[in-house]
């Protein structure tokens, strides 16, 4: 029915989306295209054109960094994921790469980042689904996150939460742990330092521990 699934993605942890695309994957033996758009207008807000291609290379390695997730999610569930990162408005190059390529569906987030450096990914959804053309099949972020009902979610909450936190993670050493209605993650920065993110699994509300202080 799909032979080929377009996952736009804005670099946040969105473990909703990926996990949709995936399933429709499996499912159709179809291959994902993962794709992350440099907005224009962060690139124009800047005032000086060295500011633009600092901008630029930021956009460029968090692109890299949030397909290449997608793309290692991919490869553990056995599904081929091709990755693209395009400049220009986001609505704009979404729905003309979904026509260049051939994608036969978009699977996307209702909400994302906001502020003057990142677009709305809700507002870029909303735009997706008046003018594409195939089907766009959107999942309510807001409302996955208050259900974390496994493992791997729960990961993705821990990770999020700790970057909000200006810690970006290096490595889950064990397996997280669930407790009536409360995960467990056990998470070590880059810098070293090790924490503990409980996490409650139905409103996905989370506390981050600092272990050794």
Not at 95 to 106: F, R
């Amino acid at each position: 029915m799909y032979d080929r699934i377009l996952v736009p993605t804005d670099g946040t942890e969105q473990a909703a989306v990926t996990t949709h695309a995936l399933n429709v994957a499996e499912l159709c033996d179809a291959t994902v295209h993962a794709l992350y758009v440099v907005d224009q207008k962060a690139l124009n807000y800047q005032p000086s054109e060295a500011g633009r291609e600092e901008t630029r290379r930021t956009r460029l390695e968090e692109g890299e960094e949030a397909t290449d997730r997608i793309a290692e999610r991919g490869a553990d569930r056995g599904v081929e994921v091709a990755t693209a990162i395009e400049e220009g408005t986001p609505a704009e190059v979404v729905v003309d790469y979904a026509e260049e390529n051939d994608a036969e569906m978009i699977v996307m987030g209702t909400h994302g980042r906001s502020g003057v450096d990142r677009y709305v990914l809700g507002s870029v959804t909303e735009q997706v689904v008046r003018t594409s053309e195939v089907p766009v099949l959107t999942v309510n972020l807001a409302k996955q996150r208050r259900s974390v009902q496994d493992d791997e979610t729960a990961v993705e909450r821990a990770r999020e939460v700790l970057a909000d936190e200006g810690h970006e993670v290096a490595d889950i050493p064990e397996a997280p742990y669930r407790e009536s209605n409360t995960w467990l993650v056990r998470a070590v920065a880059e810098d070293g330092a090790t924490f503990n993110v409980h996490i409650d699994a139905s409103s996905g509300e989370a506390r981050v521990a600092r272990i050794g202080e």
